[in-house]
């Protein structure tokens, strides 16, 4: 099956500080999404994005489908950004990766 | 509009013993997922269903079964509890491919 990666495992960074997570995966894929997990565990979609950039305030993401990479952009964070940031690929089946962790200090 | 709700939304479990776990969505999404996640861990695909009476294995289909009579409901059921099925379940639907995974609030199960 697809094999899906991301990097760093686990990411501190001081509030106000930009931070940018990796996502690359072993295959085409029809579609790529990223979530945030906060720390109650409940998910949260912040962008189908199987191709191109998109920006959402502070978030943005760009995926470049041809090299089979995706990137997630955080800039000045802020403590609530702190949880668990996963990418998911769609083949024939959503598959996720292991996820980035998150802590934002104040 | 509720979205995706799962429940129980705790429980303990004997090994040996069975349960469903019930997942329902409002939205009329054709599709729908079950994940695990272990504790410090991704998630990882269960069964999923591209619409009612079609049902697919994911990566970790060992131990569970799944039915869906419905477009609004994707019972996950456990037929003989084992400590390794300890984890926290999610469901999520979908419109389809090419639209984005709204998940339920999760189903912490323990088994012992």
């Known amino acids: 099956g697809i094999q899906v990666e991301q990097s760093p495992p686990d990411l501190i960074l001081q509030e106000g500080a930009n931070s940018t997570l990796r996502c690359n995966f072993s295959d085409s894929v029809n579609n790529l999404q990223w979530f945030h997990q906060n720390p109650w565990g409940q998910l949260i979609n912040l962008f189908y994005?199987?191709?191109g950039t998109k920006q959402n305030g502070r978030l943005s993401a760009t995926t470049v489908a041809t090299e089979r990479y995706s990137l997630l952009y955080i800039s000045s964070s802020q403590t609530t950004d702190s949880g668990v940031y996963f990418c998911?690929?769609?083949?024939?089946?959503?598959?996720f990766g292991a996820g980035t962790r998150l802590t934002v200090k104040p | 509009n509720a979205g995706v709700t799962q429940t129980p939304k705790f429980r303990i479990l004997k090994i040996g013993q069975s349960m469903t776990l019930q997942c329902t969505q409002d939205m009329n999404h054709n599709y729908m997922y079950w994940y695990r996640q272990d504790p410090g861990m991704g998630l990882k695909l269960i069964y999923y269903?591209?619409?009612?009476?079609?049902?697919d294995k994911g990566e970790v289909p060992n131990g569970y079964n799944v039915s869906r009579s419905t477009t609004e409901d994707f019972p996950l059921r456990l037929e003989l509890a084992a400590p390794s099925q300890t984890s926290v379940y999610f469901c999520?639907?979908?419109?389809?491919?090419?639209?984005?995974?709204?998940f339920g609030p999760g189903t912490r199960l323990t088994v012992t």
């Open positions: 269903s591209v619409g009612a009476g079609i049902t």
């Open positions: 999520a639907s979908s419109p389809g491919q090419g639209a984005g995974l709204v």
């Open positions: 994005i199987p191709s």
């Open positions: 998911a690929v769609d083949r024939n089946d959503m598959r």
